[in-house]
């Protein structure tokens, strides 16, 4: 059965620091593009990261750059972010989605998401 799930997700404060995993089962890892996503209530769903096939080119939103960071872990198949310096405006549902290229908007799985609440 081709799943992904996140974990990783939970309740941190302002400045603090998550980091969410990604991990893969029925399919491998490595050669898909892995993104992730995130909404807040109210809000629309908005890219997050991506990490491409083979590892080639990571891709951040502006809001997050130079405080996440996206990883592989191939021998345990599974896909991290990391998130440091939170802030209350990252509080929202992510989700991981797997794909053929990172500038898609065709994602073939997805996950069931990870709650992370930043608040003081």
């Known amino acids: 059965q081709v799943q992904l799930v996140e974990s990783g997700g939970g309740l941190a404060q302002p400045g603090g620091s998550l980091r969410l995993s990604c991990a893969a089962s029925g399919f491998t890892l490595d050669y898909y593009a892995i993104g992730w996503f995130r909404q807040a209530p109210g809000k629309e769903r908005e890219g997050v990261s991506c990490i491409s096939g083979g590892d080639v080119s990571t891709y951040y939103t502006e809001s997050v750059k130079g405080r996440f960071t996206i990883s592989r872990d191939k021998a345990k198949n599974t896909v991290y972010l990391q998130m440091n310096s939170l802030k209350p405006e990252d509080t929202a549902a992510y989700y991981c989605?797997?794909?053929?290229?990172?500038?898609?908007?065709?994602?073939?799985?997805w996950g069931q998401g990870t709650q992370v609440t930043v608040s003081s």
């Open positions: 989605a797997a794909s053929h290229a990172c500038r898609t908007t065709s994602w073939a799985y």
